[in-house]
């Protein structure tokens, strides 16, 4: 999603002209996006939600496993009625209703459980997505802009879409990470406050 959100970028950069006259500057999306504090916080959150979906899922998954070893059992016996002479057709045709009847609830769970993964799935990609979305429209393309406008540049490429050379001298990719830790510190952690000595 990253990726089609750079290039749409890049794109969005071309369109806007690409006369001579106007000075470029370039800037490596991902690397700031994996740099900057918010949106690794974004990422930390969608996978500790992943692992509580997973969690979950794994209920379904057990009781998935417990069906078809259920359904491998009733083609078992299926197998060994149909072998048996003494038992009657009525009693093999209910071993054979017994094994459709548990092949159906196994297809039926496991429709359920990919249709769970797939949401899942889905979902975390979404809030992942809103959530950058979000942090890229109120603290990244704002100080993108600012730092442009620094350098006198009319156009910000991606520099990972569709530029096969830079000079380094116009790449802001640690400007503008440098920017977003001065403006966004990263909570510094308490210090550890020693333990009080035992009265003597």
Request: hydrophobic share 45%; aromatic share 4%.
């Amino acid at each position: 999603m990253l990726k089609k959100l750079a290039i749409l970028i890049g794109m969005l950069a071309l369109a806007a002209g690409t006369a001579f006259a106007q000075k470029v500057v370039t800037l490596d999306i991902d690397q700031v996006l994996t740099a900057f504090s918010k949106t690794a916080a974004i990422k930390a959150e969608v996978e500790a939600d992943q692992k509580d979906a997973e969690s979950l899922l794994k209920i379904k998954v057990d009781e998935f496993q417990k069906q078809r070893e259920k359904l491998t059992a009733a083609q078992q016996k299926l197998e060994a009625d149909r072998g048996n002479p003494t038992l009657s057709k009525a009693a093999v045709a209910k071993a054979e209703e017994e094994v459709k009847k548990t092949l159906e609830e196994a297809v039926k769970m496991e429709q359920d459980l990919r249709r769970s993964q797939q949401e899942m799935r889905e979902l975390l990609q979404s809030k992942f997505t809103q959530k950058t979305n979000v942090v890229l429209q109120e603290d990244i393309f704002p100080r993108i802009k600012e730092i442009a406008k620094a350098h006198g540049a009319d156009i910000v490429l991606n520099a990972r879409v569709g530029i096969l050379f830079a000079e380094p001298s116009v790449n802001i990719t640690e400007e503008l990470i440098e920017r977003l830790k001065k403006d966004f510190p990263q909570e510094e952690k308490p210090a550890a406050v020693p333990a009080a000595e035992p009265a003597k």
